[in-house]
Nanobody, 122 residues
Framework: QLQASGGGLVQAGGSLRLSCTAS????????MGWFRQAPGKEREFVAA????????VYTESVKGRFTISRDNPKSTAYLQMNNLRPEDTAVYYC?????????????????WGQGTQVTVSS
């Protein structure tokens, strides 16, 4: 079971770090991902990191501002978000999948956290 935390209210230009921790298991075999859903919009991919911790991909709008990382011994994945913008406001979900294709489809992720709200004020 995944549990996401770290959301909150921040002014534009500020930073937040989201955490995603697996309870009752480890994440060693999983690709970890972050998705987000803004009000009135569909959920969208944000970032993913593979087991090697070297391979990571980001959606274009967050490149250079967000960094995904993982600490396998702690069974935790992180999303460091810097230079936040009002358009980053959304509920952020972490997810884990064994086999994740190049399309980074939601369907490839097997387990999901409950979501944590991020609100960026202008």
């Amino acid at each position: 079971q995944l549990q996401a935390s770290g959301g909150g209210l921040v002014q534009a230009g500020g930073s937040l770090r989201l955490s995603c921790t697996a309870s009752g298991g480890n994440l060693d075999d999983y690709v970890m991902g972050w998705f987000r859903q803004a009000p009135g919009k569909e959920r969208e991919f944000v970032a993913a990191i593979w087991l090697s911790r070297i391979n990571a991909v980001y959606t274009e709008s967050v490149k250079g501002r967000f960094t995904i990382s993982r600490d396998n011994p702690k069974s935790t994945a992180y999303l460091q978000m810097n230079n936040l913008r009002p358009e980053d406001t959304a509920v952020y979900y972490c997810a884990a999948g064994i086999t994740v294709g190049e399309q980074l489809s939601e369907d490839d992720f097997d387990d999901w956290g409950q979501g944590t709200q991020v609100t960026v004020s202008s």
